[in-house]
């Protein structure tokens, strides 16, 4: 993991402080990865998300699908002062929101309980979904947003 954290300070000119890894993400432009991707912050005050080229393995042998596609390296970032809400939504609410354009509902305690939940972080231009725990995420935004 250190050398992928080396490549991509040295892809982006900055060190990465802050990181954890999302084993989901979805956005409003359509773009779902299941595999997950890396959100970090760097220096310079961008949350950047940068996904890998997952190869499934059983029993530790590749699988090669027939119809695989190609894979096409994913990335992008946003502002911490561009974002408007940060809430909890269920996973199927989120990936069911994706293709219809719509706001998915933030999830009650009993939804919290029986399904796995998602954090949406909702810009000023888009709406990203990332699967990781975001007490520390949400403080993170906060105090980015008060310093600048």
Do not use: C
């Amino acid at each position: 993991m250190q050398d992928v954290i080396g490549t991509l300070e040295e892809k982006y000119g900055t060190t990465i402080g802050w990181r954890v890894f999302s084993i989901w993400y979805g956005d409003s432009a359509g773009n779902i990865r299941d595999y997950g991707v890396l959100l970090f912050q760097t220096d310079d005050g961008l949350f950047r998300f940068h996904d890998f080229k997952h190869i499934p393995r059983f029993l530790g042998i590749e699988i090669h699908p027939k119809n695989e596609l190609p894979y096409v390296p994913f990335d992008g970032s946003f502002k911490a002062s561009d974002v408007i809400e940060i809430e909890i939504v269920s996973k199927k609410d989120a990936a069911r929101s994706i293709g219809s354009g719509q706001l998915p509902e933030k999830a009650g305690p009993l939804k919290r309980f029986f399904r796995e939940m998602v954090t949406m972080v909702r810009t000023k231009d888009r709406t990203y979904y990332f699967e990781f725990p975001n007490k520390e995420f949400i403080s993170l935004i906060n105090e980015t947003k008060e310093k600048k």
